[in-house]
């Protein structure tokens, strides 16, 4: 049984999400860097064992919701991209440009509609 999370708990939440974000930018700005799905995977991993409150998953699903905010996407971005079967790992998608970000909503928004 889980309690909810304390207001600076939630706002650690926040800015681990932030910091995924972050980290998923400047791999994308240096356009040559290193950073490949598998090795953000394992610092994705180390971020989310800083909070007690959210597992990866939740940290990860505020990186999406903020990055699809960032970008002028309606609200459900993250749960759209993690509704994606077909060759999607929603962690990875934090790697894409903006505008393959953006087809990859919509492409979602086509297959499965309104959520």
Same mark, same amino acid.
């Given at each position: 049984?889980? $309690?909810?999370?304390? !207001?600076?708990?939630?706002?650690?939440?926040?800015?681990?999400?932030?910091?995924? *974000?972050?980290?998923? /930018?400047?791999?994308?700005?240096?356009?040559?860097?290193?950073?490949?799905?598998?090795?953000?995977?394992?610092?994705?991993?180390?971020?989310? !064992?800083?909070?007690?409150? &959210?597992?990866?998953? /939740?940290?990860?699903?505020?990186? *999406?919701?903020? !990055?699809?905010?960032?970008?002028?996407?309606?609200?459900?971005?993250? /749960?759209? @991209? $993690?509704?994606?079967?077909?060759?999607?790992?929603?962690?990875?998608?934090? *790697? *894409?440009?903006?505008?393959? &970000?953006?087809?990859?909503?919509? !492409?979602?928004?086509?297959?499965?509609?309104? @959520?």
């Amino acid at each position: 049984m889980s $309690t909810k999370p304390t !207001r600076q708990q939630d706002r650690a939440g926040n800015q681990l999400a932030q910091s995924l *974000l972050l980290i998923t /930018e400047a791999a994308r700005l240096d356009g040559r860097s290193p950073l490949d799905a598998k090795e953000l995977g394992e610092v994705a991993r180390r971020i989310a !064992r800083v909070s007690t409150a &959210f597992s990866l998953d /939740e940290i990860l699903a505020r990186a *999406l919701e903020s !990055r699809g905010e960032s970008l002028g996407l309606r609200s459900g971005t993250a /749960e759209l @991209i $993690t509704l994606i079967e077909e060759g999607v790992e929603p962690l990875a998608t934090l *790697l *894409l440009n903006d505008d393959d &970000f953006k087809k990859l909503v919509a !492409r979602a928004e086509a297959e499965l509609g309104e @959520i």
